[in-house]
């Protein structure tokens, strides 16, 4: 496990640079989960670093294999300066954790629910899970084990969450697209869903 963690936050390191923050929390009945913080560009970027320690099984399984499976971290990236964003260490460690606490499988098109805002006075309740290999790339474990994807966070607002599960997240990303949305805008309105 601390093998797998140690490049993993290497690979961060260097796709992101040097945090200038972390935190960590455990939750019962699960391993620490890290969060840190990493600032440049105008842009705050939040990676856990915990939840590719084991691989996600479908709670479905009979047996859940040590080894092989998928495996992730999760990556938050807003705008900086526009609002106090800091208080979402602790969402995205319940988030990180889910794999653990709840079975959940964290795969690119699934929504996450927090059933509150993402951090103190955020019009988003939940995230859309996005595909991996972009602003870090997916980690070569080698052997049987998978490799660790780094799967993008985009924050919804209540509306938007309600329209994805209806219409699906393929059609939420293209509305997003076609209104030109900043998602890393920490204070976005919706996008137009009508």
């Given at each position: 496990?601390?093998?797998?963690?140690?490049?993993?936050?290497?690979?961060?390191?260097?796709?992101?640079?040097?945090?200038?923050?972390?935190?960590?929390?455990?939750?019962?009945?699960?391993?620490?989960?890290?969060?840190?913080?990493?600032?440049?560009?105008?842009?705050?970027?939040?990676?856990?670093?915990?939840?590719?320690?084991?691989?996600?099984?479908?709670?479905?399984?009979?047996?859940?294999?040590?080894?092989?499976?998928?495996?992730?971290?999760?990556?938050?990236?807003?705008?900086?300066?526009?609002?106090?964003?800091?208080?979402?260490?602790?969402?995205?460690?319940?988030?990180?954790?889910?794999?653990?606490?709840?079975g959940v499988v964290v795969a690119p098109g699934n929504s996450m629910d927090l059933g509150g805002p993402l951090w103190p006075g955020a019009p988003f309740t939940s995230?859309?899970?996005?595909?991996?290999?972009?602003?870090?790339?997916?980690?070569?474990?080698?052997?049987?084990?998978?490799?660790?994807?780094?799967?993008?966070?985009?924050?919804?607002?209540?509306?938007?969450?309600?329209?994805?599960?209806?219409?699906?997240?393929?059609?939420?990303?293209?509305?997003?697209?076609?209104?030109?949305?900043?998602?890393?805008?920490?204070?976005?309105?919706?996008?137009?869903?009508?």
């Open positions: 496990m601390g093998e797998v963690l140690a490049l993993v936050e290497a690979r961060l390191r260097s796709a992101l640079g040097e945090p200038d923050a972390r935190a960590a929390v455990t939750f019962l009945g699960a391993d620490r989960i890290e969060v840190l913080r990493f600032i440049g560009g105008g842009v705050v970027r939040y990676a856990t670093l915990g939840m590719s320690a084991h691989p996600m099984t479908d709670p479905g399984d009979a047996f859940a294999d040590p080894v092989k499976g998928p495996r992730a971290e999760l990556v938050l990236s807003v705008r900086a300066g526009s609002a106090d964003t800091g208080e979402v260490l602790r969402p995205l460690a319940v988030l990180a954790s889910s794999p653990q606490v709840e995230v859309l899970v996005a595909e991996s290999g972009g602003l870090v790339g997916d980690l070569g474990l080698g052997g049987s084990m998978d490799p660790v994807r780094f799967l993008p966070l985009l924050p919804m607002t209540p509306n938007e969450a309600a329209w994805k599960r209806v219409h699906g997240a393929e059609k939420l990303r293209e509305r997003w697209l076609k209104y030109g949305t900043d998602l890393r805008d920490p204070l976005r309105r919706s996008v137009p869903l009508t």
